[in-house]
């Protein structure tokens, strides 16, 4: 049973309300916005308890809504400026901007699951070129290897800043995008915005 009744639309209209704020200087720090991945994720969440842990990266405000943190208590940490490093304990949702830096706490979290031999799972959300690194590769052979209670959700948006996540690695697509260990969900979107912002160039 979903963790929320948020819909795809509910989630539009938060992250077009961020987008909104930002633009006209009411955020005055970095926001990376999601667009695109409202159908995805949901589905993905009809799988995610409450005693379930999140991890994701510096785009997380969808995560952290459908983990079931309240609307105007993500709103409120967006405003004070920790949209790329949202943590919300109480939820047991948490977030970096250090690219790739939940993964080892993720996969940690879930070893000490297993010891301890809990009802719980640890769900891990990447982007595409997070996917692609060392640590990433580390931790899902680890956690495939020792049977650990740990899903990372490779989000595919195809970009990195400003460079396409396969023409900086030569490939034709992602590592994911054909074949990947039980332990990996993979999907790909396409979003309105731009790795970071909402379009408009905001001076803090």
């Known amino acids: 049973m979903a963790i929320t009744a948020l819909t795809a639309h509910d989630l539009v209209t938060f992250e077009t309300d961020v987008a909104e704020r930002f633009n ?5 720090a970095p926001v990376h916005l999601n667009d695109g991945s409202e159908d995805q994720l949901i589905s ?4 995610v308890r409450d005693q379930d842990w999140v991890f994701c990266s510096w785009r997380s405000h969808y995560q ?3 983990k079931g943190v309240p609307q105007e208590e993500v709103m409120s940490e967006i405003m004070e400026g920790r949209s790329i490093a949202l943590c919300f304990p109480e939820y047991r949702v948490y977030s970096s901007a250090i690219v790739g830096g939940t993964l080892p706490i993720a996969t940690g979290v879930a070893l000490g699951i297993k010891r301890r031999n809990a009802d719980e799972h640890v769900w891990c959300f990447i982007g595409d070129m997070t ?3 060392g640590m990433a590769n580390t931790c899902i052979k680890y956690a495939l290897g020792h049977d650990l209670p740990i899903t990372f959700v490779v989000e595919d948006n195809g970009v990195s800043v400003m460079t396409e996540t396969v023409e900086v690695w030569g490939h034709a697509a992602s590592s994911f995008a054909k074949t990947r260990p039980r332990n990996v969900k993979y999907f790909q979107y396409k979003s309105q915005y731009p790795h970071a912002g909402a379009g408009k160039r905001v001076e803090f």
């Open 24 to 28: 006209s200087g009411l955020i005055r």
């Open 44 to 47: 993905i969440f009809q799988d």
């Open 64 to 66: 952290s809504l459908l």
């Open 131 to 133: 996917a692609e690194m």
